[in-house]
C-alpha cells in the first residue's frame, strides 16, 4: 500500500489505509463493503484467488488475461501476458505464482511474482474449468470434457491423477491431507481421489442439482455450491451428507472456508454472500451486495471476502471495517545519514486516535538501552497533539552518531471506536560511509 510523492527534493512514501490489523476485536464485526475493489478487470472474471501479500487476481475468460489488483487498490488489467484460450479458474501456490486452467486450450499458464508468463507442463484432460494447487507445488485441473483430472508436477511431468471422476467435474480443492476432490456437475457428485491416487467415484450422498463449485476443510469436511436448486451441501469426512439452506442462497456458483471453518458462498442471482456458521447451523447476509453476477469468491486470513463479478467485470471486497491510518515517512530503502538530523515521520492523520508512537535503535540486532539510544542515534519524537483527520502532526526524526550496525526502527498504531485497529512500522539503516564504529555505554 505504498504510493511515491514528492515533498521538496525529498522523496516520501505515504502508507494508506487498511494495513495490520491486531488481535481480535469486537469492531471487527461491523463490515463495509468496497465495490468496486480496484478498477476494471479483463472480460469476464471467472474466479479469483489472494497471494501472500494480499493482492487479488481473476482469471478472466473474455479476455483471456489475469487481472491483479494490490492490496491498496491498484489495479494492473493485465498482469504479465496472455494466458491460453478461456482461463477459467485460478490457483497461486506459496512462492506466489499465479496458475490458470485455459478451457479451450486444454492447458495451465503459470506467470511468476514478475509477471513472466509460461505454459506449464504438457496437455491436460479436455476442458479444464478448475484448478488447484497443493503445498508440494504439483497442479491439479478437473476437467470438464473428460471425466477426469491432471496433475502436474513442479518439473512439469503432466499426468492423469487417479480414475475417472464423475461425469463433467468443474470444481476442485484438496484437503489438508493431499485428497483431492471434484465436484461434478453433471452427476450431482463429489468424487475423492485419495493422495496415493484411489479413486471413490462418487464420496458421500448425491449433491444437489447442478452442483458448480466446492471448498473443502482441512478435516476433509466438504462444501458443495448447488446452482440449480440454490442450497448447499455438506460432505463430511466420513461421507454422511446433508443438504443445507435450500432456497435461502440464490444460484451459488462459488464458495470458500476461512481459517475458522466459516462458509462463504457467492450467490450470482442475488449478487450477495452469504455467510454459513462452522456447524453449519446459522447463515446470514455477509456486508452489501457485490458486483453484478458473482462467479468466484476468496478469504483471507482478516475476514475479508473477496468475489469476482463476471456481470460488471470488477472486484468486490467485504471485510471488517478497519482504523484508518496514513502516516508520511521516509521510505524504508533510504539510508539515515551521520551526523545529521533526518525526519523518519513527518506526519500521522487517522480517523481515529493515535494509540502509540514509538521509535527505538538496534546495534547488531540487539536493542540498546534509552541511555545509549539517545547518543547512538538521536532519537526525537515531538507529538503536540492527538493525530486525527485533521492532520496534527506528528513528527519522529533521528540524528545516529554512528553506523557499524544500527537500525532504526518506527510504529505507529491507531484505533477508533466500532473499527479494528491499525499499525504501521518501518525500519531504516545507516548510511555506512564513512565507517563510525559504536561506543556503547550499555544495552538492554
Not at 471453518?261 to 450477495?272: H, L, Q
Not at 500521522?348 to 494509540?355: K, M
Amino acid at each position: 500500500m505504498v504510493k511515491r510523492v514528492i515533498v521538496g527534493s525529498t522523496a516520501m512514501s505515504v502508507l494508506l489505509g487498511l494495513l495490520l490489523s491486531v488481535g481480535p476485536s469486537t469492531a471487527a464485526r461491523t463490515l463495509e463493503t468496497t465495490n468496486p475493489f480496484g478498477g476494471p478487470t479483463g472480460r469476464f472474471p471467472w474466479g479469483v484467488a489472494l497471494d501472500s501479500a494480499g493482492n487479488v487476481y481473476t482469471p478472466n475468460t473474455g479476455a483471456d488475461t489475469v487481472t491483479k489488483i494490490s492490496a491498496d487498490g491498484r489495479t494492473t488489467t493485465q498482469f504479465g501476458a496472455a494466458t491460453g484460450g478461456q482461463p477459467w479458474a485460478i490457483a497461486i501456490d506459496r512462492h506466489d505464482n499465479v496458475y490458470t486452467a485455459n478451457y479451450l486450450s486444454n492447458s495451465v499458464t503459470r506467470i511468476r511474482p514478475d509477471g513472466t508468463t509460461t505454459r506449464f507442463g504438457g496437455p491436460t484432460g479436455e476442458g479444464p474449468r478448475g484448478i488447484a494447487v497443493d503445498r508440494r507445488g504439483n497442479v491439479y485441473t478437473a476437467n470438464f470434457e473428460s471425466d477426469s483430472v491432471t496433475r502436474i508436477r513442479p518439473d512439469g511431468t503432466t499426468s492423469q491423477f487417479g480414475g475417472t471422476t464423475g461425469n463433467e467435474p468443474w470444481g476442485i480443492a484438496l484437503d489438508g491431507d493431499g485428497n483431492v476432490y471434484t465436484v461434478n456437475t453433471g452427476a450431482d457428485s463429489v468424487t475423492k481421489i485419495s493422495a496415493d491416487g484411489r479413486t471413490t467415484a462418487q464420496f458421500g450422498g448425491t449433491t444437489g442439482a447442478y452442483p458448480w463449485a466446492l471448498a473443502v476443510k482441512p478435516d476433509g469436511t466438504v462444501f458443495v455450491a448447488n446452482t440449480s436448486s440454490d442450497s448447499v451441501t455438506r460432505i463430511s469426512a466420513d461421507g454422511r451428507t446433508t443438504s443445507l439452506f435450500g432456497g435461502r442462497v440464490g444460484s451459488p456458483t462459488a464458495i470458500a472456508v476461512d481459517k475458522r471453518g466459516n462458509v462463504f458462498v457467492a450467490n450470482s442471482d442475488w449478487n450477495t454472500v452469504t455467510k454459513i456458521s462452522p456447524d453449519g447451523s446459522r447463515y446470514s447476509q455477509y456486508g452489501g451486495s457485490t458486483g453484478s453476477e458473482p462467479q468466484g469468491i476468496a478469504v483471507d486470513g482478516q475476514g475479508n471476502v473477496f468475489t469476482a463479478n463476471s456481470g460488471a467485470n470488477t472486484v468486490t471486497k467485504i471485510g471488517p471495517r478497519q482504523t484508518r491510518l496514513l502516516v508520511t515517512g521516509r521510505p524504508a530503502g533510504d539510508p539515515v545519514a551521520v551526523g545529521r538530523t533526518t525526519t523518519l515521520i513527518s506526519s500521522v492523520r487517522t480517523d481515529g486516535r493515535v494509540s502509540a508512537v514509538r521509535a527505538w535503535c538496534e546495534v547488531k540486532g540487539q536493542r540498546i538501552s534509552r541511555r545509549a539510544q539517545t547518543r547512538v542515534c538521536g532519537l526525537q519524537i515531538d507529538r503536540p497533539g492527538s493525530a486525527g483527520a485533521s492532520g496534527k502532526a506528528i513528527r519522529v526524526t533521528a540524528r545516529p552518531s554512528c553506523n557499524t550496525g544500527v537500525r532504526i526502527q518506527a510504529r505507529v498504531a491507531a484505533e477508533r471506536a466500532g473499527a479494528a485497529p491499525s499499525r504501521w512500522s518501518r525500519t531504516w539503516g545507516v548510511d555506512r560511509s564513512p565507517r563510525i564504529a559504536c561506543a556503547l555505554p550499555g544495552t538492554g
